[in-house]
C-alpha cells in the first residue's frame, strides 16, 4: 500500500543567521591565520636567517632564506605539546615553548628527493641533548658526503671514494697579513672582509683565494701566508676526539666511512671510536654501554652492528671559520628539516642607512 503526504500550508518563520561578535570573527581569523601558518611552515616552506659566518661567501650573515621541506620530505611531528610558530622558547623570552611530556615516533613523508652531495642543508644540531630531535637548535651546511660514501680531506680538499670534489665557488679559509700600519675597517669592508682579528706583526682574516691573491698586489701589505694545518698534526678537537689513535685535522682528515641504512659493520678497536657516538646516541638503542672498544646492548656485547638509518657529512663553506661534522661527526638522517632554495631577503649589519639592503640578494637560488 502506497502512503500519501498532504501537503502541510503551515508556514514557518526563515532563520536569521546569528552575527558573529567582533572578538568572536578576529578569534576565529586568528585561529585560522595560525593553523594555515603552522602547516605551511611544517609541510611546504620556512623562513631562516643566516646568524653567523661559517656559509660565507656563499651565504652572508643577515641572508633572509626560504627551506623547503618539500624536497626531501616533510617529517611529523616528535614533540606534539607545543606553541605554534614557535622552536624551543616563547618569542622574546627564555620560556620553553613545549612539554616532552609525550615523545611520537617520527616519520618522513615523500619528498622531492634525496640529500645530495652539494645541497645546502637546513638540520638539526645533533650533539644537542637538553632539547628533543625535532626542537634541538638549526644549523645550516653544505652536504660534502651521503650515505656510503668514504670521505677524506687532504691539504683542504675534500676527496670522496678517491675523487677529488667540485669546490664551492665562495669557499674561504684563513689568511695572515703582515703589515707595518693598521687597516681600518673601511678598507676591510671594501674587500668584503667584516671579521678580521689583529695578531702579532699583522691580521688574520677569513676570505676567499681570489681575494687573498689580490692582497698580495696591495703595498701596505708585505706578506700573505695561508694558515693551514699539515698532515700528520692530531687536533684533539677534530672528531673522533682520539687524537692517539686518528691524527685528523680540520685540514687533513679520514678517510672516514659514512654508515648508511642496512650497511653492516664489524666492531673493532678501528671502528668503535669512529661509530659508538652513532649507536649510543642516534639509533634509537637502550641500554648502550661503551667501555674502551667493546659496545654493549641491553648487557650484550656486540661484534658487529647493522645501521638503522642514513648519515651526511656536513661542513661549511667558510672552511676555517665552521663548526661542522669535522667537530662533532655525523648528521642523521632524521636530523634533516630542509633543503636551503632561495634568499627572499639580505641586509648588510655593516652597511649602515644608505647600504643596509643588499639588493643583489634578493631572490637569489642558493647553489
Given amino acids: 500500500m502506497k502512503l500519501k503526504f498532504r501537503k502541510s500550508n503551515t508556514t514557518y518563520p526563515s532563520k536569521t543567521p546569528v552575527r558573529k561578535g567582533f572578538f568572536r570573527e578576529w578569534g576565529d581569523a586568528i585561529l585560522f591565520a595560525v593553523v594555515a601558518a603552522t602547516l605551511i611552515r611544517w609541510a611546504t616552506f620556512e623562513a631562516y636567517v643566516i646568524p653567523t659566518p661559517s656559509m660565507e661567501k656563499s651565504l652572508l650573515v643577515g641572508d633572509y632564506l626560504f627551506v623547503s621541506k618539500l624536497h626531501y620530505g616533510p617529517r611529523t611531528p616528535k614533540t606534539p605539546l607545543q606553541v605554534p610558530l614557535t622552536h624551543q622558547t616563547i618569542w622574546g623570552t627564555n620560556i620553553p615553548s613545549y612539554s616532552d611530556a609525550i615523545q611520537l615516533k617520527q616519520f618522513r613523508l615523500p619528498g622531492f628527493s634525496d640529500v645530495k652531495k652539494g645541497d645546502v642543508v637546513v638540520f638539526n644540531f645533533p650533539p644537542e641533548e637538553e632539547h628533543p630531535v625535532d626542537l634541538r637548535t638549526n644549523y645550516i651546511k653544505r652536504c660534502v658526503g651521503v650515505a656510503g660514501d668514504t670521505l677524506s680531506i687532504r691539504d683542504m680538499q675534500v676527496y670522496i671514494n678517491g675523487q677529488k670534489q667540485e669546490n664551492p665557488a665562495e669557499m674561504q679559509f684563513s689568511y695572515y697579513l703582515q703589515t707595518e700600519n693598521a687597516i681600518t675597517e673601511k678598507e676591510f669592508?671594501?674587500?668584503n672582509i667584516a671579521d678580521p682579528y689583529t695578531v702579532m706583526g699583522g691580521y688574520a682574516v677569513h676570505t676567499t683565494p681570489a681575494t687573498a691573491k689580490e692582497f698580495e698586489g696591495v703595498s701596505y701589505i708585505k706578506r700573505v701566508e695561508l694558515i693551514k694545518d699539515t698532515a700528520g698534526y692530531a687536533d684533539p678537537a677534530i672528531f673522533p676526539f682520539v687524537p692517539s689513535q686518528y691524527k685528523w685535522n680540520k685540514d687533513n682528515f679520514g678517510p672516514l666511512y659514512i654508515?648508511?641504512?642496512?650497511?653492516?659493520?664489524?666492531?673493532?678497536?678501528?671502528?668503535?671510536?669512529?661509530?659508538?657516538m652513532v649507536i649510543r646516541r642516534y639509533e634509537g638503542n637502550e641500554n648502550v654501554e661503551v667501555k674502551g672498544n667493546v659496545i654493549t646492548?641491553?648487557?650484550?656485547?656486540?661484534?658487529?652492528?647493522?645501521f638503522k638509518q642514513n648519515y651526511y657529512f656536513m661542513m661549511g663553506d667558510n672552511r676555517h671559520n665552521s663548526a661542522d661534522s669535522r667537530y662533532w661527526g655525523f648528521v642523521p638522517e632524521d636530523h634533516i628539516v630542509g633543503k636551503a632554495v632561495l634568499i627572499w631577503m639580505s641586509s648588510d649589519p655593516n652597511g649602515g642607512v644608505s647600504g643596509k639592503i643588499r639588493w643583489n640578494r634578493i631572490f637569489k637560488l642558493i647553489e
Fill in 189 to 191: 669592508l671594501r674587500y
Fill in 297 to 306: 646492548i641491553d648487557g650484550k656485547p656486540q661484534t658487529q652492528y647493522t
Fill in 259 to 276: 654508515p648508511k641504512k642496512g650497511v653492516t659493520i664489524k666492531l673493532d678497536s678501528a671502528t668503535v671510536p669512529l661509530y659508538e
